[in-house]
């Protein structure tokens, strides 16, 4: 039986995917991208700036990813990000890491219809009834691939309970540290584990 070689970390493509309101040059962004510089594979991680609803947003991601080698693709999400992250993982059988992950965003997005500006730019996100609906249809529930998931929580989370993501990623890796924060505190100390977890999942060999 013929055997592959473990894979080496320039097999990896990373897609960085930010949360609600953020943006590419976030904290954990530019951290990744300062990882990946180290490592030598910068040139093979997308961090897309997402400034549309999901629908367009989700068509975006479709469209950075064409081209990629499935085998050879990781994808990092955050908040927001985690829930879209999840939904490319599940419709394309790649592993994600998931950080404080949104699970039902279409849930909270019911108190947040309107404009809301960017935190890192002067763009004005809308969100509408009809962007709640595109989010809801995004849903990936139960798992196909829970082995394909590492998520990294952090129990002092002041914007979403934590509680969600154990429960839907309870058969994936769960790496739960107590207190910390929505921003995930000392994500750049963790992305040793997160490279070693997607290049664990990443398949050299066709699919």
């Known amino acids: 039986m013929k055997q592959t070689s473990p894979a080496k970390v320039t097999d990896l493509h990373i897609l960085y995917l930010h949360g609600f309101l ?55 999400g955050s908040s927001l990000g985690g829930y879209y992250a999840t939904w490319i993982a599940e419709e394309f059988g790649v592993p994600a890491v998931l950080i404080n992950p949104a699970v039902r965003p279409f849930e909270l997005w019911e108190d947040h219809l309107g404009e809301h500006k960017n935190y890192y730019s002067d763009h004005i996100h809308v969100v509408t009834r009809d962007h709640i609906a595109e989010l809801k249809s995004l849903d990936r529930h139960p798992l196909k691939y829970p082995e394909q998931f590492m998520v990294m929580l952090q129990t002092g989370d002041e914007v979403l309970d934590y509680r969600d993501a154990e429960e839907k990623f309870q058969d994936s890796r769960l790496l739960i540290h107590e207190n910390g924060d929505h921003s995930y505190q000392q994500y750049d100390a963790e992305l040793p584990v997160v490279i070693e977890f997607l290049l664990s999942r990443i398949d050299r060999s066709a699919r």
Do not use: F, N
């Open 22 to 76: 953020s943006s590419p040059q976030s904290k954990k962004a530019q951290q990744t991208l300062r990882y990946c510089q180290s490592l030598g594979i910068a040139d093979r991680l997308l961090i897309p700036s997402m400034l549309d609803g999901p629908a367009e947003t989700i068509e975006q991601l479709e469209d950075l990813i064409d081209g990629i080698p499935l085998h050879q693709l990781g994808v990092i």
